[in-house]
């Protein structure tokens, strides 16, 4: 399997390449690139040295490089952490800005250089529009190739069930995100357990999750970020045994959300990188409304990406 890690140097890479290389995800061992920008690349030198020092089981081959034709050529796997960071007090439309270039040219790269069957898992914010941005530079791949990630706050939303609602780990399923990955996304267990209501603090919770470790670390989540990345992945790969889970998936028809953008949605995943949407779930009406602000806010993004194109 040749996987590209885009923003190799970074830190959620940082946390993520020792839980891919050391679990045996996709039934092989790895063809491993990392990809980041020039600046970098001493220490993305650094982290080649630690990989070799680790002399991971399920690592076969590994290539570090800053030129987007050696990182994309013939890859399976693309995960594309490399953005522009959030930074404090950052509004989404600089982060669209700033983002614009970077996921055309990775776009374009992926349409280029990766196999048609390549499939790509958009990590870097604001990841909807920057998962829009890459599919629309990819005409040559399908639009159901890309996901985008929306699983780290799944996980955040099974937390607070265990620690709030006395839930256990092994009983939660079913749990949806719903809209745009930012503060506005929507949590939703209703397809759990229809007793428990989610109150505003709980949705304000699951919002504001992120902002509220980037106020405390002053960057990102990492560790975590990449726990649920593993955790897409391998869901994604080997099917979720009938659970109803959370993908940012292109929508074409589902729920009479607009179409041609990404939203979080309930899917299921099958064996080698399928899912389908389930598209017949009751929304009640507070969510429905919840949701329709998410969508609002990132039918908004797109349109000022479209004014970039």
């Known amino acids: 399997m040749k996987v590209l890690i885009t923003g190799g140097a970074g830190q959620i890479a940082y946390s993520l390449i020792p839980l891919l290389l050391s679990s045996n995800i996709f039934n092989t061992k790895i063809d491993l690139i990392l990809l980041d920008i020039e600046p970098c690349m001493e220490k993305l030198e ?22 987007l034709k050696t990182a994309f050529s013939d890859i399976d796997l693309a995960i594309l ?5 959030r930074l404090p007090g950052m509004e989404r439309k600089d982060l669209l800005e700033k983002n614009f270039e970077i996921f055309k040219i990775q776009g374009t790269a992926l349409n280029d250089y990766a196999k048609p069957s390549v499939k790509v898992l958009v990590v870097a914010n604001p990841v909807n529009t920057n998962c829009w941005i890459t599919n629309k530079f990819s005409p040559n791949i399908p639009s159901e190739n890309f996901t985008s990630y929306s699983y780290l706050d799944q996980e ?116 080698n990188f399928k899912y389908s949407v389930i598209d017949d779930l009751e929304i009640d009406s507070k969510t429905r409304t919840l949701i329709d602000i998410s969508i609002k806010e990132l039918k908004e993004e797109i349109y000022l990406v479209k004014h970039l194109l």
Do not use: C
């Open 156 to 271: 955040r939303l099974a937390y607070l069930l265990q620690n709030k609602y006395n839930q256990r780990y092994e009983d939660i399923k079913n749990i949806i995100i719903w809209g745009n990955h930012s503060s506005t996304m929507v949590p939703d267990v209703s397809n759990y357990n229809s007793e428990i209501k989610l109150d505003n603090s709980d949705i304000s919770t699951i919002q504001n999750r992120g902002a509220s470790v980037i106020e405390k670390r002053k960057l990102s989540s990492a560790m975590s970020a990449a726990n649920g990345i593993i955790k897409h992945i391998t869901k994604w790969f080997h099917g979720s045994d009938d659970e109803i889970i959370s993908f940012g998936v292109y929508n074409t028809n589902s729920y009479k959300f607009p179409e041609d953008m990404f939203i979080s949605m309930p899917v299921k995943a099958y064996e």
């Open 46 to 67: 650094g982290v080649k040295m630690e990989l070799e020092d680790s002399n991971f089981e399920y690592l076969n081959s590994l290539i570090i490089t800053s030129d």
């Open 81 to 85: 952490l490399g953005g522009f960071p």
